[in-house]
């Protein structure tokens, strides 16, 4: 399949590049693009691409590929847009948008959004004893605790190449265009958009795992939210079927490494999922079953779940494979987000607007 990149930044040169290098089998990489002409060159150069773009439109217009991966930050919404409405499959990485006006836009297509967790063997897994045992309504709660260090030191390892070629205006302009779609989707309180974007850049990995075990929250009871931005950030409310979820995020800029513990309780016993940092390919994520009698069982696989997602794209475009999250999935995760900033707003007495109001 001949695709494209969409953004040439610090997650596709880590994790995409090496994967889609291997993958060649699957995948042969014809155009990329992002605002950096440097890192369209560095990761064109990496991947055999031999056109290099800096604007969506001109990548577009040229064609020669059969579908585009969005990999650039901030929201998606209109990358997806357009790709989707010139003829091409995307994959997407989360979140797919700020506002769930942005989604409500977006024309038919063949779209996947990127939530690489969800291809974790340990969390199919898990699925799979959770389905053996009952299902959702056998939980009694899902506990979350995630450990967040920064970004930059998760990818000290990765030697990126950096960008200093972006014109600070059109950075500026960018910029401000996204801080309206916050706007749009939670008011203009800086607390409240803060704990947004955290909720959909970062938490919204756990609601992705909550939609695949017991289905979206439909209520959120509780959000607290303290220390210096982003902080520390608690969240809890009822589960769709029974029970209840607890999550607690912590951004640590100096802890030794990142943790994120997933732990579901039931009646017999917990399945616990440990996840190492995200950019470490092929660092296996630790299911622990415990049951009757204290038993504890240890469960590891080192199939990347990166790499997993890649081919469950392969085989959504050619083969008709649903993705585990197409744009509904995606929606729903931002309405999840939209309610966690709402509660937030509602406890401590400030505006709340836009979608989420």
């Given at each position: 399949m001949r695709i494209a990149l969409l953004g040439c930044g610090a997650v596709t040169q880590a994790v995409?590049?090496?994967?889609?290098?291997?993958?060649?089998?699957?995948?042969?990489?014809?155009?990329?693009?992002?605002?950096s002409p440097t890192l369209a060159a560095a990761v064109g150069d990496r991947l055999g691409a031999a056109r290099r773009y800096t604007t969506l439109e001109d990548m577009l217009a040229a064609g020669g590929f059969d579908a585009v991966l969005v990999l650039a930050s901030g929201s998606h919404g209109e990358a997806v847009r357009r790709s989707l409405a010139a003829g091409h499959a995307v994959f997407c990485e989360k979140p797919l948008a700020l506002t769930r006006a942005e989604v409500a836009a977006l024309p038919e297509g063949r779209l996947m959004v990127g939530y690489m967790k969800q291809y974790d063997p340990a969390v199919r897994r898990a699925e799979e004893l959770l389905a053996e045992l009952g299902g959702p309504g056998v939980i009694r709660a899902v506990e979350v605790t995630v450990l967040h260090p920064s970004g930059e030191s998760q990818l000290a390892f990765a030697n990126l190449t950096q960008a200093r070629d972006v014109d600070a205006g059109l950075l500026a302009s960018l910029r401000a265009a996204e801080s309206t779609l916050v706007s749009q989707a939670v008011g203009d309180s800086p607390a409240v958009q803060s704990l947004y974007g955290v909720a959909l850049g970062s938490i919204c990995h756990d609601l992705s795992l909550l939609r695949r075990f017991t289905g979206s929250p439909h209520e959120i009871s509780y959000v607290e939210a303290w220390g210096p931005a982003p902080g520390s950030i608690e969240i809890s409310g009822p589960l769709p079927v029974q029970g209840r979820f607890s999550i607690r995020w912590h951004y640590l800029e100096d802890y030794p490494a990142y943790r994120e513990t997933v732990a579901i309780h039931h009646d017999l016993g917990t399945l616990e999922l440990v996840f190492p940092t995200p950019y470490l390919m092929n660092a296996p994520t630790t299911l622990t079953v415990v049951s009757g009698g204290e038993s504890r069982t240890e469960w590891r696989d080192v199939t990347e779940a990166f790499e997993v997602?890649?081919?469950?794209?392969?085989?959504?475009?050619?083969?008709g494979k649903p993705p585990l999250t197409d744009v509904?999935?995606?929606?729903?995760?931002?309405?999840?987000?939209?309610?966690?900033?709402?509660?937030y707003a509602v406890q401590h007495d400030l505006p709340v607007g836009g979608e989420a109001a």
């Open positions: 995409y590049v090496p994967l889609l290098s291997r993958r060649r089998d699957l995948f042969e990489v014809t155009a990329v693009c992002d605002l997602q890649l081919a469950a794209f392969h085989a959504f475009v050619n083969d509904g999935g995606a929606l729903e995760d931002i309405v999840t987000a939209q309610r966690i900033a709402a509660r």
